[in-house]
């Protein structure tokens, strides 16, 4: 998640008296430390969390390495979109419906558990043309509204717009997550990238399960590269019909802001949309397609 205007960390690692602190944020947006986790308050920093090389490639450049139609891309990853509250954005994407939106839940409410905005958007981009629609904040259904303050396994929200966005197709959903297992991370909102608009793909790997949340939903490492603004991004499994198995979270880093292998100590994680974060798909999908 990102606030338009400008980004200032406020919560990174550092070694303190010879112990080195982990410090746990919401990707992108700023994230006050817990008690007891130090900070540097108005640091500058990269927003931007990498494992070594950047994986991350626009439409034009991931087809070309994998010997894919650049056009077809575009239109099967036409799903992935901004969503905008106020001055802050995250990511998401529509799932299973094309009125229907899965997020992370601090991409709606902030640290105090506070909506985030009285008014949000649902952006795309569709054969060269923006597309705006409303988002029915009513509608939200959350694992937390108040995200901040309980484990991030919860941190996922599921919402309806107020019209369907005709002609693109939305995501599947996929099997239950598997540890060490290929995935795609698609996302816009990453501020490198156009002016956070840019649609980001790349291949790379979901990696350990960190935590097991009472409705149902886990929580995963991957390596995937993440910038500021995408919070929310599907991870994708099934190359051939994009099928999304979780989404992104934040990140864990005792050297953030640097390039780094991907470790225990250094990783970005996802929510898988299992459990009630499916349920909530599915009965929100069913209640859209009732009404229709």
Aim: aromatic letters at 8%; a negative charge; hydrophobic letters at 40%.
């Amino acid at each position: 998640m990102i606030h338009k205007g400008g980004m200032r960390a406020i919560a990174v690692s550092v070694a303190l008296f010879g112990v080195a602190s982990q410090v746990s944020a919401a990707p992108f947006f700023e994230h006050k430390p817990t008690k007891g986790e130090p900070a540097f308050v108005g640091a500058d920093v990269t927003p931007v969390v990498v494992f070594g090389k950047n994986s991350r490639r626009g439409v034009e450049e991931f087809a070309a390495e994998n010997h894919l139609d650049a056009s077809a891309l575009q239109r099967k990853f036409t799903a992935s979109g901004l969503i905008e509250c106020g001055a802050a954005h995250g990511a998401g994407q529509l799932t299973l419906t094309d009125d229907l939106v899965t997020t992370a839940a601090h991409v709606f409410f902030d640290e105090k558990g506070a909506p985030r905005a009285k008014s949000c958007v649902f952006v795309i981009e569709s054969n060269g043309a923006q597309i705006r629609t409303p988002i029915d904040l009513n509608s939200i259904v959350a694992g937390s509204t108040d995200p901040y303050a309980i484990e991030a396994v919860h941190d996922w929200a599921v919402a309806r717009l107020t019209r369907p966005i005709h002609g693109v197709t939305p995501y599947g959903l996929a099997d239950a997550a598997r540890p060490n297992t290929p995935a795609e991370f698609v996302a816009r909102g990453h501020i490198d990238w156009g002016d956070g608009r840019r649609l980001s793909m790349e291949k790379c790997t979901l990696h350990d399960q960190l935590a097991a949340g009472e409705e149902g939903t886990r929580e995963f490492s991957f390596d995937c590269e993440t910038g500021d603004g995408a919070s929310g991004g599907a991870v994708l499994a099934g190359a051939d019909d994009p099928v999304i198995e979780a989404v992104l979270v934040g990140w864990r880093s005792n050297r953030p802001f640097r390039s780094a292998p991907f470790s225990r100590s250094h990783y970005n994680f996802a929510v898988t949309i299992e459990g009630d974060f499916k349920k909530a798909v599915v009965d929100a999908s069913k209640k859209v397609m009732v009404s229709k």
